[in-house]
């Protein structure tokens, strides 16, 4: 499983609500209810990054989205760095996109400020602060199938993880088992996020094989740990709260993925694997 389908497994709500059909019958909505629609992510892994707007005073339609009168900065409130963003134009569904494009290399634990002004001086003002990017370990490794493995982050501070784990049994399609989750809802520093499992737990739950399957019949003798690492309450935004592209809503964050690959010992164990 690729690193960009892992992304797009996270993410995918929130990117078909957006860039869904369009019903360009729709009115403007009131003042009151907003001035922008934002959906932008900061992946700490990209050189650049895309900031969506609408304008939601507007008629969607082709003619009335042609142009946007919004300007976009985003500054990095740790350094005071600012930075105007430039934007592309896509035409979709009917009508005119416009993404705003981050260039500025994005810093891990660190606040950022996203700023959409229009030309009257109304604006939309959102914050996030990305996540800590912790190596992960993950101990015992290259132990018996029934040792139990910890994967621990540290710091992690307050985010959320998400994760799914991998392994290729004999016979089968490769086993893909989560997503999980680990939140961590402190502040504090040194604060770590731990999961733990034990290998054979994870290969008796392979498909159609009855917990018949331990780590003896590993292809390869790993598992496969895929993860992303969010910015407070951002994961939970995208799950418990699609993204409404013709709603007065903002959706604001930051994320990075990455893998992690267990090794574990597929000798057979006396007792139990040696009576089957």
């Given at each position: 499983?690729?690193?960009?389908?892992?992304?797009?497994?996270?993410?995918?709500?929130?990117?078909?609500?957006?860039?869904?059909?369009?019903?360009?019958?729709?009115?403007?909505?009131?003042?009151?209810?907003?001035?922008?629609?934002?959906?932008?992510?900061?992946?700490?892994?990209?050189?650049?990054?895309?900031?969506?707007?609408?304008?939601?005073?507007?008629?969607?339609?082709?003619?009335?989205?042609?142009?946007?009168?919004?300007?976009?900065?985003?500054?990095?409130?740790?350094?005071?760095?600012?930075?105007?963003?430039?934007?592309?134009?896509?035409?979709?569904?009917?009508?005119?996109?416009?993404?705003?494009?981050?260039?500025?290399?994005?810093?891990?634990?660190?606040?950022?400020?996203?700023?959409?002004?229009?030309?009257?001086?109304?604006?939309?003002?959102?914050?996030?602060?990305?996540?800590?990017?912790?190596?992960?370990?993950?101990?015992?490794?290259?132990?018996?199938?029934?040792?139990?493995?910890?994967?621990?982050?540290?710091?992690?501070?307050?985010?959320?993880?998400?994760?799914?784990?991998?392994?290729?049994?004999?016979?089968?399609?490769?086993?893909?088992?989560g997503p999980y989750v680990i939140r961590n809802n402190s502040e504090s520093a040194n604060e770590a996020a731990t999961y733990t499992f034990?290998?054979?737990?994870?290969?008796?739950?392979?498909?159609?094989?009855?917990?018949?399957?331990?780590?003896?019949?590993?292809?390869?003798?790993?598992?496969?740990?895929?993860?992303?690492?969010?910015?407070?309450?951002?994961?939970?935004?995208?799950?418990?709260?699609?993204?409404?592209?013709?709603?007065?809503?903002?959706?604001?964050?930051?994320?990075?993925?990455?893998?992690?690959?267990?090794?574990?010992?597929?000798?057979?164990?006396?007792?139990?694997?040696?009576?089957?």
């Amino acid at each position: 499983m690729s690193l960009e389908k892992f992304a797009a497994w996270f993410v995918f709500s929130l990117l078909a609500l957006f860039i869904a059909g369009c019903d360009n019958s729709l009115e403007p909505l009131d003042k009151d209810t907003g001035v922008y629609s934002v959906y932008g992510t900061l992946d700490l892994n990209k050189d650049t990054n895309e900031i969506r707007v609408r304008d939601l005073n507007v008629p969607f339609t082709e003619e009335a989205t042609t142009e946007i009168d919004a300007t976009v900065t985003l500054e990095n409130l740790n350094t005071g760095f600012e930075e105007a963003l430039n934007f592309e134009r896509f035409f979709e569904a009917g009508v005119y996109h416009h993404n705003f494009l981050v260039t500025q290399n994005i810093e891990a634990n660190t606040a950022y400020q996203l700023t959409v002004t229009r030309s009257d001086g109304e604006q939309v003002t959102l914050t996030t602060t990305t996540p800590t990017y912790p190596a992960p370990v993950a101990e015992p490794v290259n132990e018996q199938c029934y040792t139990p493995v910890e994967v621990t982050f540290d710091p992690v501070y307050e985010s959320t993880i998400a994760f799914f784990i991998e392994f290729q049994a004999r016979d089968v399609r490769k086993t893909r088992l989560g997503p999980y989750v680990i939140r961590n809802n402190s502040e504090s520093a040194n604060e770590a996020a731990t999961y733990t499992f034990t290998p054979v737990d994870l290969m008796k739950m392979v498909p159609g094989t009855l917990g018949r399957y331990r780590c003896t019949d590993l292809v390869i003798p790993q598992f496969e740990f895929y993860y992303a690492h969010y910015s407070p309450g951002f994961y939970e935004s995208i799950i418990d709260n699609p993204f409404d592209a013709f709603e007065s809503t903002q959706r604001f964050g930051a994320y990075y993925e990455d893998q992690l690959i267990i090794p574990i010992d597929d000798s057979r164990v006396c007792p139990p694997d040696c009576v089957r």
